[in-house]
């Protein structure tokens, strides 16, 4: 039986209906950008976060860069990070001049160890950026202890853990900006690109929307004081009157071009309220595999305040290509995200990086690079799916043994 890596197919049948009546209409409007469907899912998406301020942007490296920037992140400032991620998220530091600093991960759950964040931290240092890979949310409290009693912000990356809980609180609400991908493969993914920036902090949320649009206006006036320690608004060289604002028609930063269309929320709307039924059938197949794959196989192990919206099952083998091949050869789709941990990126060196630790090296990133292998998990898998993903695993291992 062949199992595809993801079907996004399936998805689309099931919200099709509704899905493209919100497309119509949207292009019916003629109001694609901004309006009412950009507004209206920000708003579903503070509800269902629980937080105060979502913006809607153009992705999610964006929403990094955003989230920089509207910290405060200059040229030559520090930002600790992992260097088990998609490449993104260093990325976005080290383009507005930042330097990452990379920190081991832990073995059981992939994810940066807080245990290793103090001693990477320098005079430099302005903020941790930590990843919830594969949907798995960090050890937040002790990152945001490190954090506060530091001074730095912290941005999560939660661009692959849209719904996923920690305690009682949803991913990305968790530290001062949560980051979002709704890049089509994510949990909550669009029919193009398109990502968002969340905060509880009203200055931060300012900020953002200063840096999205232009660093145009109140918002930019209001970002460019802040930032330059000044509470009061600058001055403009035109007064105010009850017809003219002259704050609208000037710019006081240098940002971005960064909105979200009103025809990915179009579509995102619709599968928001779909999101918690999408994620518990993750779980449900993620359950099945941690329950039915032989013990031979390295699986995650998350803590119990971790509720993993399951963006990828991964697992870990020392015969990570031969399985891989394995899978291919009996159509069960397969990933190795991510084969190469940043320090190793080319695009990384000693001029715009740093690694934390002895010798330079990050041995945990280096082996989960070499050992994991992601399975199919997506929410429309059928039990045959899932069993036959199962049986191909349990068979190469056995036929190993
Ligand atoms: C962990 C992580 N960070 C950042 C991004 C960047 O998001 P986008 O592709 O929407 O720019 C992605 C996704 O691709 C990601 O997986």
């Known amino acids: 039986m062949n199992v595809p890596f993801l079907d996004l197919k399936r998805q689309y049948e099931q919200i099709r209906t509704e899905a493209e009546q919100n497309v119509s209409d949207v292009l019916q409007s003629t109001g694609y950008i901004g309006?009412?469907?950009?507004?209206?899912?920000?708003?579903?998406?503070?509800?269902?976060?629980?937080?105060?301020?979502?913006?809607?942007?153009?992705?999610?490296?964006d929403a990094l860069v955003l989230a920089l920037r509207a910290c405060g992140v200059r040229p030559g400032d520090e930002v600790i990070t992992t260097p088990f991620t998609f490449f993104a998220t260093a990325e976005a530091v080290a383009s507005i001049g930042a330097v990452p600093v990379f920190v081991d991960v832990r073995e059981s759950d992939y994810n940066i160890d807080p245990d290793l964040i103090e001693a990477a931290i320098s005079d430099k240092t302005k903020a941790v950026l930590p990843v919830h890979i594969f949907g798995a949310p960090c050890d937040m409290d002790k990152i945001n202890g490190i954090a506060k009693a530091h001074g730095l912000y912290v941005i999560e990356d939660a661009a692959q853990a849209f719904g996923s809980g920690y305690k009682e609180r949803k991913a990305g609400a968790l530290g001062d900006i949560g980051c979002f991908s709704f890049y089509p493969t994510k949990n909550l993914g669009g029919c193009g690109d398109g990502g968002m920036v969340v905060t509880d902090d009203e200055r931060l949320s300012t900020a953002l929307l200063a840096f999205k649009e232009h660093g145009a206006g109140m918002n930019?006036?209001?970002t460019k004081g802040w930032l330059e320690g000044v509470e009061e608004l600058p001055e403009t060289d035109e007064k105010q009157t009850e017809l003219y604002n002259p704050y609208k028609y000037f710019n006081y930063l240098i940002g971005y071009n960064s909105r979200l269309d009103a025809l990915?929320?179009?579509?995102?709307?619709?599968?928001?309220?779909?999101?918690?039924?999408y994620n518990s059938n993750r779980s449900r197949i993620a359950a099945k595999y941690m329950n039915a794959l032989t013990e031979k196989v390295i699986r995650p192990k998350y803590g119990n305040d971790i509720m993993p919206c399951w963006h990828q099952f991964v697992i870990r083998s020392s015969f990570k290509k031969e399985l891989c091949a394995y899978l291919s050869e009996n159509g069960i789709g397969n990933g190795t995200f991510y084969p190469v941990p940043l320090?190793?990126?080319?695009?990384?060196?000693?001029?715009?990086?740093?690694?934390?630790?002895?010798?330079?090296?990050?041995?945990?990133?280096?082996?989960?690079?070499?050992?994991?292998?992601?399975?199919?998990v997506f929410?429309?898998?059928?039990?045959?799916?899932?069993?036959?993903?199962?049986?191909?695993?349990?068979?190469?291992?056995?036929e190993r043994a």
């Open 35 to 61: 309006g009412k469907y950009v507004r209206e899912f920000e708003q579903a998406c503070e509800g269902y976060l629980g937080i105060s301020h979502a913006h809607g942007c153009s992705n999610g490296t």
């Open 220 to 222: 930019g006036a209001k």
């Open 264 to 277: 990915q929320t179009a579509v995102l709307s619709v599968k928001l309220k779909h999101l918690d039924e």
């Open 343 to 376: 320090h190793k990126q080319k695009a990384f060196d000693k001029t715009n990086a740093r690694i934390s630790g002895q010798n330079g090296s990050l041995p945990m990133a280096e082996r989960l690079a070499a050992e994991t292998v992601c399975l199919p």
């Open 379 to 398: 929410p429309e898998m059928t039990e045959e799916e899932v069993n036959a993903v199962i049986d191909t695993v349990n068979r190469f291992y056995a």
